[in-house]
């Protein structure tokens, strides 16, 4: 299915025809003519499903490791619904990140049904049914009339892909009667009737976040396709900053990448981040509505979504006219070091905060060589401290996968407080953000904010930097900014 016919079929609920009927005519659905006539003379298109190779068997594997967590347990997991951008319009359908896990399947309001049985259990995925010709819903119903959507899969053809038993969700009540107390995770339950009054089980979705902090071979390689792709966004952007300088701006950039990202997969696996001057030590500047300053830094935080729905989340940071000042280079250059010292301590067996505090410790130690620390390193870096974090509020880096900030739901003890173990991928991100207006900061810093972001595989020996096609020191960047402009 194309984006545009997910765009359609995510108005699904509610959506009207484009124009309401003249009240002084008769309704196309009750002229006899026109019904007939609308029920023959079309050929069956293509109608294949839209599973991503590979898909299907990583999400039985996936299925696999839930039904051990959680045996002799009925699961059900929802997919969602697009949600409403204004009155009738629709945002683009996303499925819920654990259904997809799941199964592979992209559609809307699905369902995924998970059975126990002795050693097991048996997975059965409902979906809402297509109308064809010959169905008035055919060219009647928005959401799901092929005249509408688009070609659209059927049963069969979604069950060939998958790989498992696919039925017609008006079947999910009547197979729901008989269970006894399934729990329910995912999203847009409201809007199913046969799962009202199941019990959203917060621990079900617990389980499934810790379960995809490993990834597998696949979804490691949909990263670094996503990775891959995310670099080739950089470079797009790069050679329009003279564009953008000359009047397109912040959102001309952001409009570049997220056309190379619609192009080369999904879309834009968040929203993507181009601040400029003042806007690049705002820290999710996703306005993008400034201009582009020669003389200033250009901070761009973006990442390509694969169209399995992996993302990358990578930062660079570069001045816009090709060369950093002086003020410009000493910031870049004390984050750099502290980059390095968290990509350092990215290793199997170490805690997950390892390398958040060895990141801390530089920008700390080099905040209070300038001078910005009222306090000593120490007393900063203590519990009840915490003084540098002032020019740095936020994380150091984060898991990566199906979300972005992929596996928030976990607990402490399996997150921050657990150990890195190999097939986790996970950024590293230290940042200094010197806002404009902060009269703690000397005028030459004041309006300065840098980023280094890279998405790092843990491997059995150590780490994996998928995103070192590009460079992250000042130099380097430089020279790679030139080479893309003069391509």
Known sequence: MTDTQQHQAASASSMPAPAAPDPRLPRL???????????????????????????AAAAAAHRERLSAAWPNQTIIVLAGRAPVRA???????????NFFWLTGCDAEDAVVVLHPTTGGHDTTVYLPAPAYPGDRGFFADAAHGELWVGSAPGMTEWSTALEVPVKPLTDLAGDLRTVSEPVLAGQGGSGHEAVRGIRFSTELVRTLAELRMVKDEWEIDELRRAVDATVGGFASVLREIPAAISGGGERWLQGTFDRHARTFGNGPGYSTIVGSGAHAPT?????CDGPVLESEVLLLDMGVETRAFYTA??????????????AQRQVHDLVEKSHLAGLDAVRPGRNFSDFHGAAMEVIANGLHDWGLLPVSVDEALSPTGQQHRRYLVCGIGHHLGLDVHDCAQSSYEAYQGGAM????????????????????????????????????LVTPTGSEVLSDAMPIDAVGLERWMAEQQSA
């Open 313 to 326: 989340d990578v930062t660079r940071t570069f001045p816009a006219s090709g060369t950093f000042s002086a």
């Open 87 to 97: 009155n009738d319009s629709f945002y683009g359908f996303r499925p819920d990140s």
């Open 421 to 456: 173990t190999p097939g986790m991928v996970l950024t590293v991100e230290p940042g200094l953000y010197f806002h404009a207006f902060d009269e703690t900061v000397p005028p030459e810093l004041r309006g300065i904010g840098v980023r280094i972001e890279d998405d790092i």
């Open 29 to 55: 659905t009750e002229v006899a003519g026109f019904v007939e006539y609308m029920g023959t003379g079309w050929a069956i298109p293509d109608r294949t499903a839209p599973v991503e190779p590979g898909a």
């Open 283 to 287: 820290l999710h500047w996703v306005r």
